[in-house]
Every structure is written in structure tokens, then in C-alpha cells.
């Protein structure tokens, strides 16, 4: 129970709330248009709960991501979209692992409920564009052999998840806002899905919830970078 109620109040009252609205809206949105897939609803609840976990720079939200990737992977495979299933099962588990394992080794003064906020070079900027082009260019060709749903977005998620896997594991706020592109994708091609099968319905209120929680781990990463440099020029 203590541990429990140190958890609770680990959180902002902004963050609490956030969070249960999310998922009031993901279940009530299962409810009304699924109310089968339970996978959908588990996964949708393990991805919004390390988004805020994720917001505090807290590592256990890549090990949720890990488990998320995993069950989205599976998901995507019902609905024929390849990409999505290669992109969390292909890259974005293995790089969650790896954001996991950057995030327990760089804590931030030696708290480990929070991770050191990094920056990237100018140069580190380029290089990412560059890699990020090749990405997409290669998965674009795989994805049509594997006769992907809805190739143009498909790809463009595969854009999105890359920079958002990169910018995760390389500790840059600017993670969130990466992944917050890729809800937009997202939402787009699951609405496309939900054109024919309507219980899809509830994977698009899933990525709009995740949407507003990258929008909030942004701004929550910006404060803390903020915090973090303060601290550190302090005598």
C-alpha cells in the first residue's frame, strides 16, 4: 500500500489526470466499438501508461514500450499493415531495449527515476536526415514487395518511428515530439482501416489519446532540460 501510494503521488495532479482520461477513452472507446479484441484494449493501455512514465524521463516507460511494441506488432499483422508490424517488432522494440539500457546508465545525479536529459550537434542532425532518408527509401521498396496497406503512410510511419526510436535513445526531448508525428500517421491509416472493419475504431482513439500524452512529454521534457541545466550551473 505505501509503495502504491508513493507511486500515486509520484505523479503531478496534471499527470494523473491526464492519464485516467486517457484511459476512461481508450476503454469507453473499446466498449462502444470492439469489445472482442481485448489485445487491442491491453496494448492500448500498457502503450498510454509509458508515455507517462515516459514524460518524467523515467526508464520504465521504455520497458512498457518494449511490451507495447510487441503486442502493436501483433495487431498490425491482423490488418495486413507489414509496416507497422516490421517497424515495432523490427525496430522499435530492439531500439526501445536499447533507449532502456542508455536511459539506467545515464540517471540524472544518480536518480534513477530520472534519466539525464542529451542534446545532439548540429552534426548529429545531418547525419540523422541522411540515415532517416535511407530508412525511408529501403523500407518503401520492402514494404511494397510485402504488398503493404495503404504503402505511402505505411512508409511514412517508418519515417516517424525511426527518428522518434533515435531521438529516444540518444535522450532528446525532442522524442516525443517525433512520436507525436507518427500519432498523426498512425490515426490517418487506422482510420483508413476503420472504413472497413468499424471495431478499428478503437485503435484511432488509441493514437489520438497518445497524441496528446507525446504533445504533454514534450513540454514535460522541456521543463526538465530546463530544471536540469539550471541545477548544474548552480555553485
Known amino acids: 500500500m505505501k509503495k502504491f501510494k508513493r507511486l500515486v503521488h509520484y505523479f503531478t495532479p496534471a499527470e494523473r489526470l491526464l492519464w485516467c482520461l486517457s484511459v476512461l477513452l481508450i476503454t469507453g472507446s473499446f466498449l462502444l466499438f470492439d ?3 481485448f489485445l487491442t484494449l491491453c496494448a492500448s493501455l500498457v502503450g498510454v501508461t509509458s ?4 514524460a518524467k524521463g523515467n526508464p520504465i516507460g521504455q520497458l512498457l514500450m518494449v511490451v507495447f511494441s510487441l503486442l502493436y506488432g501483433t495487431i498490425s499483422y491482423t490488418f495486413a499493415y507489414y509496416g507497422e508490424m516490421i517497424t515495432y517488432l523490427g525496430m522499435t522494440m530492439p531500439m ?7 536511459w539506467l546508465r545515464h540517471p540524472y545525479q544518480g536518480n534513477h527515476a530520472e534519466v539525464e536529459v542529451g542534446t545532439l550537434s548540429g552534426r548529429e542532425w545531418g547525419k540523422l536526415i541522411a540515415l532517416t532518408t535511407v530508412v525511408t527509401i529501403l ?3 520492402i514494404l511494397s514487395a510485402f504488398h503493404t496497406a495503404n504503402l505511402l503512410p505505411s512508409t511514412l510511419s517508418v519515417t516517424t518511428s525511426f527518428l522518434a526510436v533515435y531521438l529516444t535513445f540518444r535522450r532528446s526531448p525532442y522524442f516525443a515530439l517525433a512520436y507525436a508525428a507518427n500519432d498523426v500517421v498512425l490515426i490517418v491509416l487506422w482510420l483508413l482501416a476503420t472504413a472497413e ?6 485503435v484511432v482513439v488509441c493514437f489520438f489519446a497518445f497524441l496528446v500524452n507525446d504533445l504533454y512529454g514534450f513540454i514535460s521534457w522541456r521543463h526538465m532540460a530546463q530544471r536540469q541545466a539550471l541545477e548544474q550551473n548552480e555553485p
Do not use: E, T
Not at 51 to 54: C, D, P, R, T
Not at 96 to 102: E, G, W
Not at 197 to 202: A, D, G, M, R
Open 139 to 141: 523500407f518503401y521498396f
Open 35 to 37: 469489445r472482442v479484441n
Open 51 to 54: 508515455l507517462i512514465f515516459n
Open 96 to 102: 526501445a531495449l536499447f533507449a532502456l539500457i542508455s
Open 197 to 202: 472493419q468499424i471495431c478499428y475504431l478503437s
